[in-house]
């Protein structure tokens, strides 16, 4: 077990592309950290460069509490899983599993019960005789976790481990994983793009965009209380409505209402000299208003998801088009054409600056 502390890390290529910039994150002992961003936000750069695959420019890199940027791979005392899977093909699953510890010199009665007992926690206990190429996709995941288990490292590092499972079956491998990690205890850190595999999986969640953290908290305080626009257009499914309109008196201006948000964020903005904010508001957090006040949504599809219905529309701000996702009754969906109205829900609203991004209300 190990704390992995990073420290204003950098990672500049020899074309002059900053690729990870004064990245600071400490991960904690027995902790499941998820990295998360868009392809190209430096998230894999990162890991690897804690894997020792990839040379710091700058900083500093502690496992354990000890220094390790001129350390091997091998000398960190780390496990990676790729998204590949990386299975030697000619190899059992018994001895893909069993093979780091053959070269290190591990007894072969010692290395037998260790593949053994990981086979066991995951359910492969069936197939230690037979070849990848027998196996579906999970199994061969799950044979990539074997062989970093059976190293008993300090630190899991996984890179996109489900990125080539379909569907369904990603859901349920990464429950098997979170699960997994927790009976271990052992340092975990996750890289994924997806958000929804992030929010389930990790005790925390970092998030990344072009080479910088935006934000690290837990899942349920990222999603209450995102730091900038960009955390809180990629946190949640669907996307939070993020809405450019005017400051008006008590509130913010949508062309024939004006919603009431934070007077302590607007004055903030005022200011600063702004005369708009972007009103963040989740799909769930708008009230159907039957008096016809409220901002007034043309529905143009509606999305039925069996429990969950989300109504896509388009309201008007400033004469022009916005926008709109809200979640609407199940078993009264409205139908494409409609007009309905709605206002956020109180307390639920989200301010930030239209200048700089960043959150305005507490």
Do not use: W
Not at 72 to 95: C, G, S, W
Not at 117 to 143: I, N
Not at 239 to 257: Q, R, S, T, W, Y
């Amino acid at each position: 077990m190990a704390t992995v502390d990073m420290q204003q890390l950098n990672k500049v290529y020899e074309n002059g592309f900053h690729a990870v910039k004064d990245f600071t994150l400490d991960v904690r002992d027995g902790e499941f950290m998820v990295l998360v961003g868009p392809s190209g936000s430096g998230k894999t750069t990162a890991l690897r460069m804690v894997a020792g695959l990839e040379d710091i420019t700058s900083g500093t890199l502690l496992i354990g509490g000890k220094v390790v940027n001129n350390e091997t791979p091998k000398e960190r005392d780390i496990a990676m899983v790729f998204q590949n899977y990386a299975l030697y093909p000619h190899m059992t699953v018994a001895e893909n599993m069993g093979f780091a510890l053959k070269i290190a010199g591990v007894p072969k009665p010692e290395i037998r019960q260790k593949v053994e007992d990981a086979a066991k926690l995951l359910e492969l206990t069936e197939y230690l005789g037979r070849k990848p190429k027998a196996l579906s996709g999970g199994q061969r995941q799950r044979v990539a976790m074997g062989r970093a288990i059976v190293r008993q490292p300090k630190v899991f590092l996984m890179d996109e481990p489900l990125s080539n499972l379909d569907a369904k079956l990603r859901v349920q491998t990464r429950t098997q994983i979170a699960s997994l990690q927790r009976r271990l205890g052992i340092t975990t850190v996750y890289v994924t793009h997806d958000q929804v595999e992030a929010m389930t999986m990790g005790d925390r969640v970092a998030v990344l965009k072009d080479g910088l953290l935006q934000q690290c908290d837990t899942p349920r305080r990222m999603y209450e209380k995102p730091a900038n626009v960009f955390v809180a257009g990629f946190i949640g499914s669907p996307a939070m409505n993020l809405i450019e309109a005017p400051i008006a008196d008590g509130g913010v201006a949508f062309d024939g209402a004006v919603v009431p948000v934070d007077r302590e964020s607007l004055s903030r903005a005022v200011g600063r000299g702004e005369r708009s904010v972007t009103l963040g508001v989740r799909p769930e957090s708008f009230d159907v208003t039957t008096d016809g006040t409220g901002i007034a949504v043309v529905v143009n599809v509606v999305e039925e998801l069996g429990a969950d219905a989300f109504a896509y529309g388009t309201a008007k701000v400033d004469g022009s088009d916005v926008d709109v996702i809200v979640r609407v009754d199940a078993r009264n969906t409205p139908a494409k054409g409609e007009t309905l109205h709605f206002l956020p829900k109180a307390g639920e609203t989200h301010i930030f600056s239209t200048v700089s991004g960043e959150r305005l209300s507490e």
